[in-house]
């Protein structure tokens, strides 16, 4: 078994890459495949604490709420690099889910990330792929992010290494929808672009119809298919971080948990070409 791969990434923090990847988890474990959530490095104070061989890992909480909506249990390995702000430009690492050094955002760029990082990223990411079917890799901030391309395991340097399909999620609520999604894309290098299949339109309000034009432009421009526009829904799970401004509750029930995470599900699949998304990560399913 060698599992196949889609990452998504967004337009920018807050897009819905998180969320997206927890309706995709549980969509997929809906048709019986053994899905698995992953990211490579997450940015959060918000964390789950796993207790393994007698240690204790912590993980990133989001990452744990993607495994409940995979219906498998939280994996140390989901993600691989943890970083803890702790202010005045320093971070704590935690490689593997145990505390490893303190750093300054240049020495994590510049001694660390690709060094001792990412090659972690990528032994966690291949063992998980021989246990699955399908791993679904959330990505961080944008991948657009030109200043920092030289180091963002998190999106276009890992996709491009394992070779990943990409969905790319852009938020219409904040306005400048359109623009950041071309944006993205133009800013990308060619051969980065290529990995990009498709787009998803988030948190719509409105007549769907009003779109059309705008998509249309927008495919014609970036040559990407628009394949979701998913309309802003009330859910609550955890969330990332603090860069989310919608407040979640403090502790969640296994029936509640499921209950939120099928509403969210629910909306992404209904709202979405999935005989489209289905080919893209080569998986024969009928609908």
Do not use: W
Not at 172 to 191: D, N, Q, S, W, Y
Not at 202 to 213: P, R, V
């Amino acid at each position: 078994m060698k599992a196949n791969l889609l990452m998504i990434q967004g337009t920018s923090s807050g897009a819905g890459k998180s969320t997206m990847v927890v309706a995709l988890c549980r969509i997929f474990s809906n048709m019986g495949y053994k899905v698995c959530p992953f990211k490579a490095q997450n940015m959060t104070s918000n964390f789950y604490v796993l207790k393994e061989n007698h240690s204790v890992r912590a993980m990133a909480r989001i990452q744990a709420v993607q495994a409940i909506a995979a219906r498998v249990q939280p994996d140390i390995r989901m993600n691989p690099i943890l970083l803890k702000p702790l202010g005045n430009n320093i971070s704590e690492i935690i490689l593997g889910g145990l505390k490893n050094l303190r750093m300054s955002a240049e020495e994590y760029y510049t001694s660390f990330v690709l060094q001792k990082g990412f090659p972690k990223v990528l032994q966690d990411l291949e063992s998980l792929r021989k246990e699955n079917d399908l791993i679904l890799i959330e990505g961080a901030g944008s991948p657009a992010e030109i200043n920092l391309s030289n180091y963002d395991i998190a999106n276009m340097i890992l996709a491009e290494k394992i070779k990943s399909k990409v969905l790319l999620v852009a938020d219409i609520e904040r306005g400048g929808c359109f623009a950041a999604i071309v944006g993205t894309i133009k800013l990308l290098p060619a051969p980065q672009r290529k990995f990009v299949k498709g787009i998803i339109i988030n948190k719509f309000l409105g007549q769907k119809s009003i779109l059309n034009k705008a998509i249309i432009s927008v495919q014609e421009m970036t040559k990407k298919k628009v394949l979701g526009v998913i309309p802003k829904a009330e859910f609550n799970i955890p969330n990332e971080d603090s860069l989310d401004q919608k407040r979640s509750k403090s502790s969640f029930s296994k029936s509640y948990l499921d209950e939120q995470i099928d509403n969210v599900a629910s909306t992404f699949k209904k709202n979405t070409d999935m005989k489209y998304l289905l080919n893209i990560v080569k998986m024969n399913h009928d609908l």
